[in-house]
Structures are given as C-alpha cells and as structure tokens.
C-alpha cells in the first residue's frame, strides 16, 4: 500500500530551523504534486507549501521567504526547510501526494517554543 512517511519534527527555538522530509514508497513519485500542510490546536489543516510534479512551488504567504520546499525524484522524498520559524508555526506538519488520487502521510509534530 501507499506509505507517507514523515519525520524531522521536533522542538525548535523561535528564530531556528528544522528540515522536515516525507518519504513515499508504492506510488511513481515523479509524476506526484506534493505538498506540506500543517494543522495547529483548533484550527484547520492549511496548505503551507505545494511543489508540483515539474518542480513549480508555491507557498502559503506566511512563509514566504523563510520555508523552501523540495523534491529528490531519484529518493522517492519530498522536504520541507524551515528557517526562522516563529511561535505560529507550530502545529502537526503533513505530507500529501496528489495524482488521481490524493494520499496522506500521519504528520510529525513541530513545537515552536522558548
């Protein structure tokens, strides 16, 4: 079956960095738009960054500037660089592959905190 693995979350300072990746495996990943959503306390999921199969990125105002995603086809893996991130960045971080079909991986947790 489709698997979406998240990791690098953790705790970070604000003003610091992580680097969050998302591995797939069962899906033909070049041809998959992949994105980052992040879901805080009592809010819904928002779309934070999306980069499509021929490497188009966009991103959620926010972050702009500060957040880069990427893709490594020959690694089946997307990534999500966070640079100065603030309190409001905190949440559970998502990784979604959408084709026909749109898959989610279980979220790895970010914590923004002094």
């Known amino acids: 079956q489709v698997q979406l693995v998240e990791s690098g979350g953790g705790l970070v300072q604000p003003g610091g960095s992580l680097r969050l990746s998302c591995a797939t495996s069962?899906?033909?990943?070049?041809?998959?738009?992949m994105g980052w959503y992040r879901q805080a306390p009592g809010k819904q999921r928002e779309l934070v960054a999306i980069i499509t199969s021929g490497g188009s990125t966009s991103y959620l105002d926010s972050v702009k500037g500060r957040f880069t995603i990427s893709r490594d086809n020959t690694k089946d893996t997307v990534y999500l660089q966070m640079n100065s991130l603030r309190t409001e960045g905190a949440g559970v971080y998502y990784c979604?592959?959408?084709?026909?079909?749109?898959?989610w991986g279980r979220g790895t947790q970010v914590t923004v905190s002094s």
């Open positions: 069962r899906i033909i990943f070049s041809i998959y738009d």
């Open positions: 979604s592959a959408r084709w026909k079909t749109k898959y």
